[in-house]
């Protein structure tokens, strides 16, 4: 009985996804608002924290790479801590979870494109796709992609303005910059510039 269950749960996800990936707002209903999931919904990053962990310590250079961890970890939980911050002062707490949760499972959406866009550029057009600026376009258009995309579950899922939505997303999108920023200038200045193009791409930088 628990194997369709679970089954179930994934098709809606999933729907739900592609739902609001399109615009359409009943996709929110897809999800639940249970800590449970939205506990699924953050296992997937965290598996890759705990993977890259391992990897780190396996490895010479430690320091920067468990910087580089941290980072990651730091920028899985921004935006549960400050949209939940915003939720409570606009007094949406009760619809908080199942936003959080919609909006950290569509995260992958943006992934997803990237990655099938490269390789059947790759496939198709190779004259094209071959080139390094393909793949820094492909990524850049996958960044704004998923910031629109994250801006319009915020607004449907907390039931608030496009401008509370811009003002919550950017804070997170703010945030994480200056934290890039911080961990550059000071030692072992992590990252280098060829990296900040991941700041708001953190899966895509991680796989």
């Given at each position: 009985m628990s194997q369709p269950t679970r089954q179930g749960n994934a098709h809606?996800?999933?729907?739900?996804?592609?739902?609001?990936?399109?615009g359409r707002r009943e996709g929110i209903n897809n999800f639940a608002g249970t800590t449970d999931a939205f506990g699924a919904a953050l296992a997937p990053q965290l598996a890759f924290v705990l993977i890259n962990l391992f990897a780190v310590l396996a490895s010479p250079g430690k320091i920067t790479g468990l910087i580089q961890v941290l980072m990651f970890l730091c920028k899985i939980l921004l935006p549960v801590v400050v949209s939940e911050f915003?939720?409570?002062?606009?007094?949406?707490?009760?619809?908080?979870?199942?936003?959080?949760?919609?909006a950290t499972w569509s995260n992958w959406i943006a992934v997803f494109g990237v990655v099938i866009v490269i390789v059947a550029g790759h496939f198709l057009f190779p004259e094209f796709a071959d080139p390094p600026y393909f793949t820094a376009a492909v990524m850049m258009?996958?960044?704004?992609?998923?910031?629109?995309?994250?801006?319009?579950?915020?607004r449907v899922g907390l039931v608030i303005s496009g401008f509370k939505a811009a003002l919550l997303y950017g804070s997170v999108l703010v945030i994480t910059g200056l934290m890039y920023v911080v961990a550059y200038i000071l030692p072992p200045h992590y990252p280098s510039p060829d990296d900040l193009m991941k700041v708001f791409f953190h899966r895509a930088g991680a796989a």
């Open positions: 809606k996800i999933i729907q739900g996804m592609f739902l609001l990936a399109s915003y939720a409570r002062r606009w007094q949406r707490s009760n619809l908080w979870l199942r936003y959080i949760t919609a258009m996958g960044i704004i992609g998923d910031v629109v995309l994250q801006w319009y579950i915020a």
